[in-house]
């Protein structure tokens, strides 16, 4: 597979002339290495599996064309910005960081978006992909809603690609895109749609990071996000009371009969992906600390404020370029809870 960082060709070209990349789908399947499915009738990937790009990356829209006709009649193609040729104006880098698709392609919706959201899929579905995607588009529009921050519309796509034989399996989300890879069912295996999982990876683009070492930083970013994903859903009036209550005690389940329940963080970061339920923990213990954090701020201040009291107002001064850490967390905490802040912490 080339590299995107691999090689940096200087373009040749008249100062503010938008770089151009046209995309021709059959050769990239045939000389790219990427991900042909479907028996070679398409192709999925992320962009920085096989772009070469400019030393001035960053310093030009970027104009994408694609030419499909080496593909059956009927092709389209999309990125994570857009389907068929787009303009992206955080250049090369920003195809870069961004999913490609294209062959017979299902849409959702049939064009456009709905209201910055749609979804696109590769292959033979084993799940009902436009309700799915219509269900995802709903709670997309109500995480808008939900958060004060990042109230300028931002585009989102889910890819969705299922292949007949393997690798498949799991996803991936790059900018303002998600993609999953599915496979066919196992014998006995009902169709069920990943809803909690899209809503999970488009809670991530409003929890966001905390600046601390990689790995060290998922406590925040995928324990905040997993504390979300099904109480939201509940809010949202996109799962039952019953489904949220099974939830919560699923995910303590995890967390209390886990193997790695007391192993700190930075050591989990050593084991990686080498072992899922270690990997996990980090989410369950995090997530069960938001919790109890949100808990403790609603008996402190009886009943007036809550979890979102501290992280909201956090979220507008990250958005504005506020630094945001551990200490800023612990700082924010404090002044919540008084001494008792200081024995909660962080879930690290």
Do not use: C
């Not at 593909?71 to 999913?99: E, F, N, R, T």
């Not at 939830?247 to 084991?271: G, P, Q, W």
Request: charged share 20%; net charge neutral.
């Amino acid at each position: 597979m080339v590299s995107a960082l691999a090689r940096h060709p200087r373009g040749a070209r008249a100062s503010g002339d938008p770089l151009s990349r046209h995309g021709d789908a059959g050769g990239w399947t045939r000389r790219a290495g990427l991900w042909p499915a479907r028996g070679g009738r398409g192709l999925a990937a992320s962009g920085g599996g096989f772009l070469l790009l400019p030393e001035n990356r960053d310093a030009l829209p970027a104009r994408l064309h694609w030419d499909l006709s080496a593909m059956a009649k009927g092709a389209s193609a999309a990125i994570s910005y857009g389907a068929g040729d787009v303009v992206v104006p955080g250049g090369a880098q920003a195809l870069a960081d961004s999913w490609f698709m294209a062959g017979p392609l299902g849409h959702w919706p049939a064009t456009g978006t709905r209201d910055g959201f749609a979804g696109t899929w590769l292959g033979k579905p084993v799940f009902d992909v436009p309700t799915a995607l219509a269900r995802a588009g709903a709670a997309h529009r109500y995480l808008q809603g939900y958060f004060p921050h990042m109230k300028s519309q931002r585009a989102y796509r889910i890819f969705v690609q299922f292949r007949d034989a393997a690798p498949y399996g799991g996803g991936t989300a790059l900018d303002q895109s998600f993609m999953l890879s599915r496979g066919p069912l196992a014998p006995g295996e009902q169709g069920e749609m990943p809803s909690s999982l899209f809503f999970h990876e488009m809670i991530h683009q409003w929890t966001g990071q905390i600046e601390a070492p990689s790995g060290i930083s998922s406590w925040f970013s995928e324990g905040l996000t997993t504390y979300y994903e099904d109480d939201l859903q509940w809010r949202g009036g996109f799962e039952s009371g019953d489904a949220y209550l099974e939830a919560v005690n699923r995910l303590a389940r995890r967390y209390f009969t886990s193997k790695a329940r007391n192993m700190a963080a930075a050591d989990v970061v050593k084991i990686g992906f080498g072992d899922e339920e270690v990997r996990h923990i980090v989410y369950y213990r995090a997530a069960m600390y938001f919790h109890d954090l949100d808990a403790r701020i609603r008996a402190h201040s009886h009943g007036r404020r809550n979890l979102e009291s501290v992280l909201f107002p956090l979220f507008l001064s990250r958005e504005q370029g506020v630094r945001f850490d551990t200490e800023a967390w612990l700082a924010a905490i404090v002044r919540e809870l008084g001494d008792e802040g200081n024995a909660t912490g962080s879930s690290a």
